[in-house]
């Protein structure tokens, strides 16, 4: 009932900037939380950061100062800044919301497919 549609992936050189967005789709809806998540070959996914419908966020210590999150709330759609990209950032990136709807009593986590992010000169 509900899809998170991403783009702004791609390959960019260590130094350089990108921004990934993420928009909920849908109907009979409502989008609590969001974030975003990365997963490097043989790794496990970790957090990268989160924000609350308030706009409140955190963010994990390897993106502090780097990355910022942000969000539209008329849009439902979050985005990722990324500043200062290092090698180490390459990853497959995720984003997730937690999402209300009738079709269930509970709200749901939502993931995108998810996006390649390759930093390499």
């Known amino acids: 009932q509900v899809q998170l549609v991403e783009s702004g992936g791609g390959l960019v050189q260590p130094g350089g900037s990108l921004r990934l967005s993420c928009a909920a789709s849908?109907?009979?809806?409502?989008?609590?939380?969001m974030g975003w998540y990365r997963q490097a070959p043989g790794k496990e996914r970790e957090l990268v950061a989160t924000?609350?419908?308030?706009?409140?966020?955190n963010y994990a210590d390897s993106v502090k100062g780097r990355f910022t999150i942000s969000r539209d709330n008329a849009k439902n759609t979050v985005y990722l800044q990324m500043n200062s990209l290092k090698p180490e950032d390459t990853a497959v990136y995720y984003c997730?919301?937690?999402?209300?709807?009738?079709?269930?009593?509970?709200?749901?986590?939502?993931w995108g497919q998810g996006t390649q992010v390759t930093v390499s000169s």
């Open positions: 849908g109907s009979a809806f409502s989008v609590n939380d």
């Open positions: 997730n919301a937690l999402v209300s709807s009738h079709s269930s009593r509970y709200p749901q986590v939502y």
């Open positions: 924000i609350t419908s308030g706009g409140s966020t």
